[in-house]
């Protein structure tokens, strides 16, 4: 039995050392940098969609994925949401995985029904807000793979005649999980 687990654990391991996610892949020598990307125009936020999955020594370029802009007063009820999926499964809650606790479908669907704006990152992972009014609003977006399961919601101001850069990656999201247990 310890045999079968631990060739299991190994061959876990060596799928995610070797499978990228659909929406990442290993940046290429010719990559722009991250400061690099869409060109910045006033009143525009604009950044990159990366992340580094746990074993990784390299980050992931999350491309098509969806960023949804929202004021910042929109913050507590996206919250909300997210604290009452949690209270409705408390009778099956699982303290060992909360990857299994985190209802991205539900907080996604809130953060889209409070949206100013929508966009895709591009095939580099590059994104940008255009013609943003000044103000303060949080940046939406999730991920989604076999090996692990998170959301951004990060805080930005917009001021007038001035471009924002807003890079998503490990250090700002929200809360990330992986899929595959250690146990």
């Known amino acids: 039995m310890i045999l079968f687990m631990r060739m299991w654990l190994v061959l876990a391991i060596l799928a995610l050392a070797g499978c990228g996610s659909d929406l990442g892949t290993a940046p290429s020598p010719t990559s722009k940098k991250p400061s690099e990307g869409p060109k910045a ?46 209270r409705e499964r408390a009778v099956d809650f699982d303290y060992s995985n909360g990857a299994r606790n985190l209802d991205l479908v539900s907080i996604g669907l809130k953060a889209v029904s409070l949206k100013t704006d929508l966009v895709k990152t591009d095939a580099e992972g590059y994104y940008i807000f255009q013609k943003v009014k000044p103000g303060k609003y949080l940046i ?35 809360e990330v999980y992986n899929v595959i247990s250690s146990h």
């Not at 949804?68 to 007063?73: I, M």
């Not at 999730?142 to 990060?154: I, N, P, T």
Request: charged share 30%; aromatic share 8%.
């Open 41 to 86: 125009e006033a009143n525009s936020i604009r950044g990159r969609a990366t992340i580094r999955l746990r074993g990784e020594s390299w980050d992931q370029i999350l491309r098509g994925m969806e960023l949804v802009l929202v004021p910042a007063s929109a913050k507590d009820e996206i919250i909300a949401v997210r604290d009452r999926t949690w």
């Open 140 to 174: 939406y977006g999730q991920y989604k793979s076999r090996y692990a399961l998170g959301y951004w919601l990060v805080d930005v101001e917009v001021k007038d005649g001035q471009s924002t850069v807003v890079n998503l990656k490990n250090d700002n999201m929200k």
